[in-house]
C-alpha cells in the first residue's frame, strides 16, 4: 500500500490533470498488466481522494483504515476551525449588539436626564417670575397706597377754600384763590402750585 504521509502524495494538482493521469496509468496497466504501473494508478487514485475527497475514479478499497482516519481527522480540523471561526464571529457579533444597546440605553437616559433637568429649570423659571411679579404688585400696591395717604394727609392740611374749589371748580373762584395766595401778595408758592394744578387739569 502506498505512505500517505510521502510528501509528493500532497502536492497541489487540479482535479482535470489527475483525471487525465489516472486515465494514462490504467490504459498502462491494462496493456502491460505490471505491478509498477497498478502502483502508480492507486497512487493517483488516492491522490485525487486527498485533493477531491469524492471522485468517480476511486473505489471504497483504494485506501486502507488508517489512511481514512488520517483524512477524517484533517477534515474534523478543518470543521472544528471552520466551527471555532463561526463560534467568534457569533459571539463577536453578541457583544457588539450588546454593546450598542448598552450606547442605546445610556443615550436614551441622558436624554431623559436633560429633559429631567430642563423641565426643573423651566419650573424654577416660572416660579421665579411669579415671585418677582408678586413683589412688583405688592410693590405697586405698597406705593399707591402711600401716595394716597399722602394725598390725604395734604387734604386734611389743605384750606377749607382750596378743598372747596377742589370738589367744585368754578373761574371766579380760581381768581379769588390766585388774589388770596399769590406770593406777591404774601400767599404760599405750594399753595400756588396746587390751585393751578387743579385749574389746568379741568
Not at 163 to 191: A, M, N, S
Request: aromatic share 8%; hydrophobic share 25%.
Amino acid at each position: 500500500m502506498i505512505n500517505i504521509k510521502s510528501s509528493s502524495l500532497y502536492e497541489k494538482s487540479s482535479l482535470k490533470q489527475l483525471s487525465k493521469k489516472l486515465k494514462y496509468a490504467k490504459e498502462e496497466y491494462y496493456v502491460t498488466l505490471s505491478p509498477e504501473s497498478k502502483k502508480k494508478m492507486e497512487y493517483i487514485k488516492l491522490k485525487i481522494v486527498i485533493n477531491s475527497g469524492n471522485s468517480k475514479y476511486v473505489y471504497k478499497d483504494v485506501i486502507n483504515t488508517k489512511e481514512k482516519k488520517e483524512i477524517e481527522a484533517k477534515r474534523e480540523k478543518v470543521r472544528r476551525k471552520k466551527e471555532k471561526k463561526r463560534k467568534e464571529r457569533e459571539e463577536k457579533r453578541e457583544r457588539n449588539r450588546i454593546k450598542l444597546e448598552e450606547q442605546k440605553r445610556k443615550f436614551k437616559e441622558t436624554i431623559e436626564e436633560a429633559e429631567r433637568q430642563a423641565k426643573i429649570e423651566r419650573e424654577r423659571y416660572r416660579r421665579r417670575k411669579f415671585e418677582e411679579e408678586c413683589r412688583r404688585r405688592k410693590f405697586e400696591e405698597e406705593c399707591r397706597r402711600r401716595e394716597f395717604e399722602k394725598e390725604r394727609e395734604m387734604e386734611r392740611k389743605l384750606p377749607q377754600d382750596i378743598l372747596q374749589f377742589k370738589k367744585y371748580p368754578t373761574k371766579k373762584v380760581w381768581r379769588d384763590l390766585i388774589k388770596k395766595y399769590h406770593p406777591d401778595k404774601g400767599g404760599d408758592v405750594e399753595l400756588m402750585k396746587l390751585i393751578n394744578n387743579i385749574w389746568e387739569s379741568i
